[in-house]
């Protein structure tokens, strides 16, 4: 169980890892034409993006240059016309270039989100198959963050990460080539001045990332107090200490404060810095161009061509940073993903396991033989445990709390299994029954009944196949629960609300009954509540509970008198061991443990 | 706009720096725009003249602007973002202050995370918007006339063309935003139902592996995601249309420019060099105007934030002083309620019913009853944390008419749920001394609290920092600290609720006489489930599940009568035996 001992959330900081890399291009590759449409659509966007500056050149080297030459007495018409055919271009570049803005947004984001909605389904569907060990160890808010937050980082690797990134880096490339075409002597300024750009860019990148954490490290602080003494304001209100506790928020608010200064400061420097970086490539480039200029080596119109390149050289420089930041978030994402999906069940099924030889209505014998459990890391809850569950039998388990009553139907259900000993169904170790097969032989019902969000119907077929409507009804109705029904409007059809509030806890118990009435299991787990009801639903719950219960084989933590009493067997359970076994009366005349419990449970029945 | 006002004013009381900074915007945008006009001369003379001597003073001169406008855009954003930052400090204390003031009846209706959220995310809607707002505000109304006016006068047709498809720019902002909105909303909706269902398949995890419906339930999953999935690509497109129609709008610009800047330059009224003035300017006066409606966007958001603010400060609360409040230096603690009754809300049950009981200084009073009898409530109303009905007095004086400086000055409290706060050890006993206290002090009041052993035990002792609401602690010695932190206060009147509950029965009889000890001239109310905790006392009040006296007595005489107290001793006293230890 090593594998669980670390719950670690926090993981490599990289920016680039090649190996999660190639295990996130298994999940793209299905989508390689979405890939190759955001290429072609950025690709597109790029030469009409191209095209702006170069109409610019031609239109004033051509027809306002050589009209400027002709002089004022030349006729205007040719250089008109030849005017208004570069403003036609420059309309068409324009419709082009919008059309490809409108698809490099809408198809980056396509790609992203196809991609993840593969990746982020597969992950949940990994997470349902694991073993309960695996849930023991982890809040299921951080699960849930797996399957939210973490795979949306993702839909940005690859929307704006690898795409754009790439695209980017070949954008720079181009455009440094062009350059070259242009003027080569500029140009090579220009490349030497470039990395001072990168720099400033990623430097204050690293820093501002920096600052932003220690803001955010701070900020918790600050509103863990607030939270803190919210929920402590009547100690701090009796003890009249509101001023002191004021004392300690300024304190933590002038960090935080500090801390905000710290970031202010970086964004103050970087804009000026950047733009003073900028004005150092362009300063030099009208530097060198209007000598150019002057000299006839190059035209005006080639100078604003450069002019304007040099613009859409310098923005993807700017974001830089930005970029490598997503990608560095993207990254520690992928790496949390991956370890959850690297997870392997311990409960699995042994392979070729052949089903139960036994038709499914059919209650089996179950036996526990010598079964010892230790959970990760703790002490054994269960010290050599043996008893059986006849067909169609009832066994009752009685204990105090951590007695081991739960773990050993945790154990029956296979959400655990034994760490020695061995659990049989028809003479058949648990471990070499298909899960499936095992499970559907079960109908389990919990102290906290569980409702998903849906209709009741709905929670009461649970997906499960083989359902008929006749078998709903009937379990409705053996349940009792039916009458509970007819005052819902919409009856089966109604919503539950989150959680199950609209029904009270014996309601909830009743239609838990009915769920797994519903699917006729030859084996009962149940696992009895001992929240207290007002007494007409009690009868209704012992009613239902001892039809649950009928010709079936039973395993049953019981709290209820009459559940106790109408069981075969009764085990009593102490710090992981048997210590008395027998029927209600036999127990009562060993005048034993069970002889007090029931005694202590009679005096808890009289105060509720 | 009228909520914005008072946060507007705090805002000013750093005017200064603020009015410094905001001078810096049309400084630098000056320089900004100086750098353009400069460059395009430059161009013009360029294609003129025939030597180029002259450009090394122009690059002086630009290098003389680039380095002023970089000053001013350091100072305007350091200073106005800094005052942001500081009104952001002063208001977040002026509103915890406020929140501490108020009374239990306040906190008592209102969600804490409601409460809390008008302290964090609001406070950030209206700094953002008063602060770096407000500064991209000024910018763009500095910069979109500075560069218009430069523009007219080189030629006034081209600058009228190209304001027409700026304009429209603005519109199809106004126009599209709608619909992302409303976009992003069913994104955040799907979002939250593949959060809920993720919570309730991993939370529920039980239910589904038993019946075997891992991947029925998966297939629901898939098809939240799906639906997820399909609702952001439809926001991907109607951003990619906002996206496209406002560059598009901006190329425009450049058409306009082309055509008609183009044609005046055949014409000879542009030279070329101011062809390029007109390019740059406009680019720099795009991201201002994209800013402007970013920033009527946060407006919306910012004012109802304003009000919520303001709805938070303009609480007043329940319980003040009286104006002729007496403020006596000591107190005897003799306490008397007579004929009390109580409710949280006007129209919700009574939670106390006419309770009658005296308790003289000195003595000890024990409440028990049922879950849900009012225990606590009584308790809570010798602090006067909420007002009774009847008459509830303490040294025959009304408790109304005491100060609550003075009145709760002498009391001592130990809460049901072991509020702790995550600080080090000792600092949780200083706080309940109204003086410095010395080690020495500090390990007395733990000693008493029968903690000593186990701080000495913890690997930083009386350094050692108490986890988030004390989970480090156990539930026993989160009490413990709990009544040491009571006793460092010197009470007169010392309240326990239910505090011993977690205590094991040995280190519980110890702990009252050491308590017994101590409150010795000290009246002591305890409250609690577990009998034991109260048989010493005095008199023992007996509460109802209505909040009614059933009896009131000591121990042995509520013994001897049948009734809840006798109940409920005999079950307590044969399952310590059957357990081997208190409950």
Redesign the interface.
């Known amino acids: 169980m090593s594998q669980y001992r670390e719950h670690k959330e926090v993981v490599a900081t990289k920016a680039w890892d090649h190996r999660l890399f190639q295990r996130l291009l298994v999940y793209a590759r299905p989508h390689w034409v979405l890939f190759v449409k955001s290429f072609l659509v950025l690709t597109l966007l790029f030469v009409f993006e191209l095209a702006?500056p170069w109409?610019?050149r031609r239109?004033?080297d051509g027809?306002?240059?050589t009209?400027?030459q002709a002089g004022?007495e030349a006729d205007?018409g040719p250089?008109?016309r030849s005017?208004?055919f570069?403003?036609g271009l420059?309309?068409a570049m324009?419709v082009g270039?919008?059309?490809m803005?409108?698809?490099?947004?809408?198809t980056?984001?396509?790609t992203g989100?196809?991609v993840?909605?593969d990746l982020?389904?597969q992950l949940?569907?990994h997470?349902?198959?694991l073993d309960?060990a695996f849930?023991d160890k982890r809040p299921?808010?951080s699960?849930?963050t797996r399957?939210?937050t973490d795979i949306e980082n993702l839909?940005e690797l690859f929307a704006s990460g690898v795409v754009t990134l790439g695209f980017d880096a070949l954008r720079v490339v181009v455009l440094v080539i062009l350059l070259f075409f242009i003027h080569a002597q500029l140009a090579l300024t220009v490349l030497v001045l470039l990395p001072v750009l990168i720099g400033i860019s990623i430097a204050f990148r690293g820093g501002a990332r920096h600052a932003h954490r220690h803001v955010r490290a701070k900020l918790a602080t600050?509103?863990?107090f607030?939270?803190?003494?919210?929920?402590?304001?009547?100690?701090?209100?009796?003890?009249?200490?509101?001023s002191?506790?004021?004392g300690v928020?300024?304190h933590h608010?002038?960090e935080y404060?500090q801390a905000?200064?710290k970031t202010?400061?970086l964004?103050?420097?970087f804009?000026?810095?950047m733009?003073?970086g900028v004005?150092l490539i362009?300063?030099t480039a009208?530097?060198v161009?209007?000598?150019s200029?002057?000299?006839k080596e190059m035209t005006?119109g080639l100078?604003?061509q450069f002019?304007?390149l040099l613009?859409m050289l310098i923005r993807p420089i700017r974001e830089l940073g930005e970029r490598y930041n997503v990608l560095q978030s993207a990254f520690a994402s992928a790496e949390r993903i991956f370890q959850v999906l690297d997870t392997q069940p311990l409960v699995r099924e042994v392979s070729q396991a052949a089903p139960l030889d036994l038709p499914l209505t059919t209650p089996p014998h179950l036996c526990f033989e010598d079964v010892r459990f230790r959970y990760a890391e703790g002490n054994e809850v269960l010290k050599g445990i043996s008893f059986e569950v006849p067909p169609g039998k009832t066994v009752a388990l009685v204990g105090?709390t951590g007695s081991g009553k739960s773990t050993i139907i945790n154990l029956l259900?296979r959400?655990y299994d034994v760490t020695s000993g061995r659990i049989t169904m028809e003479g058949r170790d648990l471990r070499e029954i298909p899960?499936?097969d095992l499970?559907?032989r079960?109908g389990?019902v919990?102290q906290e009944n569980?409702l998903?969000?849906g209709t009741v119907r709905e929670n009461l077929i649970?997906?499960?196949p083989g359902i008929r409507e006749s078998d709903l009804q009937e379990a409705l109705k053996t349940s009792s629960a039916d009458r509970l029904l007819d005052r819902l409007p919409g009856g089966l059809e109604a919503e539950v609300a989150?959680?199950g509030v609209t029904f009270s806890t014996g309601e909830r118990q009743l239609l838990a009954i009915a769920r797994t009435l519903a699917?006729r299991p030859p084996i009962v787990?149940l696992d009895e509540a001992t929240a207290s009801v007002d007494s007409e639903t009690e009868s209704k719950i012992e009613h239902a509970t001892h039809r649950l219960l009928e010709g079936r084989s039973a395993l049953v933590v019981a709290h209820r008198l009459s559940t106790i009493r109408r069981a075969d067997q009764i085990l009593v359970l102490e710090k992981g061991e048997i210590i008395e076994r027998g029927t209600h009366q036999e127990l009562l005349a060993m005048k034993g443990a069970y002889y007090?419990?029931h005694?202590?449970q009679f005096?808890?029945a009289?105060?509720g | 706009m009228k909520a914005l006002w008072p946060f507007a004013y705090r805002f000013w009381r750093y005017r200064t720096r603020l009015l410094a900074g905001l001078l810096c915007i049309p400084l630098g945008q000056a320089a900004d725009v100086a750098m353009t006009v400069t460059i395009g001369n430059a161009i013009k003379r360029a294609a003129e003249s025939d030597n180029a001597d002259w450009i090394g003073r122009v690059i002086w001169l630009l290098t003389g602007y680039a380095v002023a406008q970089a000053v001013f855009r350091y100072f305007q954003r350091w200073w106005i973002v800094v005052v942001s930052r500081e009104v952001e400090v002063d208001l977040k204390q002026d509103t915890f202050e406020k929140l501490t003031g108020l009374s239990f009846e306040f906190h008592n209706r209102s969600r804490s995370g409601d409460v809390v959220s008008r302290l964090t995310s609001d406070v950030e809607n209206v700094r953002m918007f008063l602060g770096p707002g407000l500064m991209y505000t000024v910018g763009a109304m500095v910069v979109v006339p500075i560069s218009l006016g430069v523009l007219f006068s080189l030629n006034v047709w081209v600058t009228l063309a190209m304001i027409v498809p700026m304009t429209a720019m603005g519109w199809i902002m106004k126009a599209l935003t709608p619909r992302i909105h409303r976009y992003s909303m069913e994104v955040q909706e799907s979002l939250a139902d593949i959060s809920h269902r993720a919570q309730e398949n991993f939370g529920g995890i039980r239910v589904v592996q038993a019946a075997g419906i891992e991947d029925a339930q998966a297939a629901r999953f898939a098809r939240s995601s799906e639906r997820n999935r399909d609702n952001q690509i439809a926001m991907g497109e109607a951003r990619g249309l906002t996206h496209a129609s406002v560059n598009g709008a901006f190329d425009l610009t450049f058409v306009v420019i082309l055509v008609v800047g183009g044609l005046a330059a055949i014409d000879r009224t542009l030279p070329i060099g101011d062809l390029f003035k007109f390019i740059d300017l406009t680019i720099k006066v795009f991201w201002p105007l994209i800013a402007l409606g970013w920033i009527a966007g946060m407006y919306a958001r910012a004012l109802a934030s304003a009000e919520r603010i303001t709805e938070l400060m303009a609480e007043v609360p329940s319980i003040v002083d009286a104006p002729d409040a007496v403020q006596p230096r000591t107190m005897r603690g003799e306490i008397d309620f007579r004929d009390v009754s109580f409710r949280y809300h006007p129209d919700s049950p009574d939670v106390l019913q006419h309770v009658s009981v005296h308790v003289p200084a000195g003595t000890t009073l024990g409440v028990v009853g049922p879950t849900g009898s009012g225990k606590t409530t009584l308790l809570s109303l010798v602090g006067r944390l909420f007002d009774c009905e009847g008459s509830l007095s303490v040294d025959g004086v009304p408790i109304r008419d005491w100060s609550l400086a003075s009145l709760r000055g002498h009391l001592g409290y130990v809460p049901q749920d072991s509020f702790l706060f995550s600080a080090p050890y000792e600092d949780n006993i200083r706080f309940g001394a109204d003086e410095e206290l010395s080690d020495e002090a500090i390990h007395e009041y733990v000693r008493r609290a029968a903690m000593e052993g186990e701080v000495r035990s913890f690997p930083h002792q009386y350094k050692q920092r108490v986890g988030e609401r004390g989970v480090t602690l156990s539930g026993g010695q989160r009490q413990r600290t709990c009544i040491a932190r009571a006793l460092a206060k010197k009470p007169q009147v010392l309240i326990l609720d239910d505090c011993l509950s977690a205590v094991d029965t040995e280190t519980e009889k110890h702990l009252l006489e050491s308590l017994r000890e101590a409150g010795k001239s000290c009246t002591v109310l305890v409250a609690a489930h577990r009998l034991s905790s109260v048989a010493m006392a005095d008199q023992i009040l007996v509460l109802t599940a209505d909040g009614h006296m059933e009896a009131l007595g000591t121990h042995e005489e509520l013994l001897a009568q049948p009734g809840w107290y006798h109940d409920t001793w005999e079950r307590q006293q044969r399952r310590a035996q059957l357990l081997g230890e208190g409950v």
């Open positions: 702006g109409i610019w239109a004033i027809p306002v240059t009209a400027w004022l205007r250089y008109v005017m208004l570069w403003v420059y309309l324009i270039a919008t059309i803005r409108y698809f490099q947004v809408s980056l984001n396509r989100q196809t993840i909605h982020r389904t949940f569907r997470i349902q198959h309960l849930f299921t808010g699960l849930v399957v939210t839909a600050l509103n863990g607030l939270q803190e003494v919210l929920s402590g304001v009547r100690v701090v209100q009796i003890f009249r200490r509101e002191r506790v004021a928020f300024a608010l002038h404060y905000n200064r202010i400061f964004f103050a420097l804009f000026p810095a733009s003073l004005f362009q300063g009208l530097y161009g209007v000598g200029i002057v000299h005006v100078f604003f002019w304007l613009e105090a259900l959400f899960l499936t499970r559907r079960m389990l919990l569980f998903f969000a649970l997906d499960r989150e959680r699917a787990i007090q419990l005694e202590l005096a808890v009289v105060e």
